[in-house]
T-cell receptor, first 114, second 111 residues
Framework: KAGVTQTPRYLIKTRGQQVTLSCSPI?????VSWYQQTPGQGLQFLFE???????NKGNFPGRFSGRQFSNSRSEMNVSTLELGDSALYLC?????????????FGQGTRLTVV | TQLLEQSPQFLSIQEGENLTVYCNSS?????LQWYRQEPGEGPVLLVT?????EVKKLKRLTFQFGDARKDSSLHITAAQPGDTGLYLC???????????FGSGTRLQVQP
């Protein structure tokens, strides 16, 4: 069974630009969660989508948004990039919504904002 | 906001030594998960503990959930270089329906 696929793996953007990251969950999984990982803040929850609906949201500004398609693939968008947005962005898929089930993580997208 | 503090932050030991990593919170969690993350990869789930006082063993790794479900520990016996990585605990709060991750413990096992 294929794992969680995130694209692209690496990305370099300039301040003020916007970026879209993609996540394809494990086949059959309907929940996709996004996390930001930085050396200073660790792993922080961004949001979760289940059946195309946002079910939960972390404490991030509105510049961070996401969506989920009918095939469960998800995208997250960051507008007006800031230097502090440089991070590893991880997505995780689960068969069910909520935090109680195992989360399967992708390898992440390393975003560098210059 | 529920916070999970892990200690120590960094640990460098020799192969064959034992170690314990702690994960503490002032909040109660419905369950707690432990993950290991290797460089360039996403975290991989090691175990989920659900019941207060529960102990689970995974080969040389022993996980314990505190009686009050506010803390957990991971003990590794006879560490090996393959155990090197970032260990993360994550609390499950069914109210928030999201995982809250600890700050992580970076373990390096020298051969």
């Amino acid at each position: 069974k294929a794992g969680v696929t995130q694209t692209p793996r690496y990305l370099i953007k300039t301040r003020g630009q916007q970026v879209t990251l993609s996540c394809s969950p494990i086949s059959g999984h309907r929940s996709v969660s996004w996390y930001q990982q930085t050396p200073g803040q660790g792993l922080q929850f961004l949001f979760e989508y289940f059946s195309e609906t946002q079910r939960n949201k972390g404490n991030f500004p509105g510049r961070f948004s996401g969506r989920q398609f009918s095939n469960s693939r998800s995208e997250m968008n960051v507008s007006t990039l800031e230097l502090g947005d440089s991070a590893l962005y991880l997505c995780a898929s689960s068969p069910f919504t909520g935090g109680g089930t195992e989360a399967f993580f992708g390898q992440g997208t390393r975003l560098t904002v210059v | 906001t529920q916070l999970l503090e892990q200690s120590p932050q960094f640990l460098s030991i020799q192969e064959g030594e034992n170690l314990t990593v702690y994960c503490n919170s002032s909040s109660v969690f419905s369950s707690l998960q432990w993950y290991r993350q290797e460089p360039g990869e996403g975290p991989v789930l090691l175990v989920t503990v659900v019941t207060g006082g529960e102990v689970k063993k995974l080969k040389r790794l022993t996980f314990q959930f505190g009686d009050a479900r506010k803390d957990s520990s991971l003990h590794i016996t006879a560490a090996q270089p393959g155990d090197t990585g970032l260990y993360l605990c994550a609390g499950v709060d069914t109210g928030r329906r999201a995982l809250t991750f600890g700050s992580g413990t970076r373990l390096q096992v020298q051969p």
